[in-house]
């Protein structure tokens, strides 16, 4: 058994680009504690404190139940759940989640295969993070659910590395970043920061706007050059794109400090730098999905 592909191949509701990371957040969840204890059971009313806030960090903005996640993923054969009655899940209710005692964990199988082979956590993992969320989220998520990976291991380092993997794994464009960059002239579309050491520009990024794990294409009218920081704060919905290629800050963010208010709050309301004239901005198809799919609620009034 693939179990890499098994997890590449996770059954989820899908729908024009919608985002439901359900079953990854917890199998990710589930693999980082394992990690931790590989013969822990995780009982539902001890853990769905965690699985809420998962779901509201790295979640669509849409208001969403771990209680899915935490039935549905038997299906797909990597996980297990009992309650205090025996084997078997009682439903998706949160009621009956609690009240019967439900526990999850790996499916036996699964960890059975770890334990032969302990690599292929972190080539699950991976595939699961590439698929599903931007490397700009990776460290955090890994951080939240308890992951500690090899930075050098990928879901390619797998022996005969099952195709369904690769064809879910679309290839990146390398030119991407360099293109982007030069469309907006090496400065962040959000601040205007430029750094450069020499000839070579730090601390700027190529953001896709639509996430390439979610079909969004290598192309420039998919892109915004963003500092680091910038480039978190998008992904994460702090910031997005308004009408007339106007800075959106999430009314949900808040920041006390000098720092944040100039960096963060000051930014609402404010016309994207760039891109440079005869390129194309960024595509209204692609900023109304980062607005539906990633963006947080709603928008700060300008000037406050």
């Not at 890499?4 to 199998?27: I, N």
């Not at 990710?28 to 509201?56: F, I, K, P, T």
């Not at 808040?254 to 994207?272: D, K």
């Amino acid at each position: 058994m693939d179990w890499v592909e098994r997890a590449a191949g996770l059954r989820q509701w899908r729908r024009d680009g919608v985002r439901a990371p359900h079953k990854p957040l917890l199998l990710l969840y589930a693999l980082g504690r394992y990690q931790a204890d590989a013969e822990g059971e995780l009982r539902y009313s001890a853990v769905e404190g965690d699985l809420r806030r998962l779901l509201r960090e790295y979640g669509p903005a849409r208001a969403t139940s771990p209680s899915y996640p935490f039935h549905h993923l038997v299906g797909d054969g990597v996980w297990e759940v009992r309650t205090d009655q025996g084997h078997g899940s009682p439903g998706s209710g949160v009621g009956a989640l609690r009240s019967s005692g439900a526990a999850g964990r790996l499916a036996p199988e699964l960890r059975a295969a770890l334990r032969r082979e302990p690599s292929l956590l972190g080539r699950m993992a991976r595939v699961l993070l590439d698929l599903h969320f931007p490397p700009s989220l990776h460290p955090d998520l890994c951080e939240d659910v308890g992951l500690a990976l090899d930075p050098t291991a990928t879901a390619d380092t797998a022996p005969g590395m099952a195709g369904a993997v690769r064809s879910a794994r679309r290839l990146r464009d390398s030119r991407m970043r360099e293109a982007v960059l030069a469309a907006y002239e090496h400065q962040c579309a959000f601040c205007g920061y430029d750094g450069m050491i020499g000839a070579v520009s730090v601390g700027l990024e190529a953001a896709h706007v639509r996430w390439w794990a979610y079909g969004g294409p290598d192309d420039v009218d998919n892109g915004l050059c963003l500092c680091s920081l910038h480039h978190k704060l998008f992904d994460r919905g702090v910031l997005g794109i308004g009408d007339g290629y106007r800075v959106l800050v999430a009314q949900q963010f808040v920041g006390r400090s000098t720092a944040a208010r100039a960096q963060v709050t000051a930014l609402s309301g404010r016309p994207l730098i760039g891109p440079q004239p005869g390129v194309r901005p960024v595509a209204s198809a692609h900023v109304s999905w980062h607005a539906e799919q990633v963006f947080r609620g709603s928008a700060r009034p300008v000037g406050v």
